[in-house]
Nanobody
Framework: QAQLVESGGGLVQPGGSLRLSCGALARSFIPTIGHMGWFRQAPGKEREFVATISWTSGNTNYTDSVKDRFTISRDNGKTYLQMNNLKPEDTAAYYC????????????WGQGTQVTVSS
């Protein structure tokens, strides 16, 4: 059922960087995108919004805890999350999601990629 595939997770020390990527499985899916975003979920915690980008305007939005450290971008049907100065509290499974144009919710999700920040 997953229409999106994430990659780029891994183990990194505090202060390190990772770049997550997310792409649609089919090119025909791309014109339907309104927003692509990243969410994360740590063990024992609820899913948390991280960042989103409008596919048409390029406008971005971030949760406060990642502002000035993470950057979301888009290019050629893919979205990227550049994560710098990573902190242990960033440890989570990161999920890419899509909100369709004229839609209200993020309804398409990838399988997730694990990010672990530890010394």
């Amino acid at each position: 059922q997953a229409q999106l595939v994430e990659s780029g997770g891994g183990l990194v020390q505090p202060g390190g960087s990772l770049r997550l990527s997310c792409g649609a499985l089919a090119r025909s899916f791309i014109p339907t995108i309104g927003h692509m975003g990243w969410f994360r979920q740590a063990p024992g915690k609820e899913r948390e919004f991280v960042a989103t980008i409008s596919w048409t305007s390029g406008n971005t939005n971030y949760t406060d805890s990642v502002k000035d450290r993470f950057t979301i971008s888009r290019d050629n049907g893919k979205t990227y999350l550049q994560m710098n100065n990573l902190k242990p509290e960033d440890t989570a499974a990161y999920y890419c999601a899509v909100r369709p144009r004229w839609g209200q919710d993020y309804i398409y999700w990838g399988q997730g990629t694990q990010v672990t920040v530890s010394s």
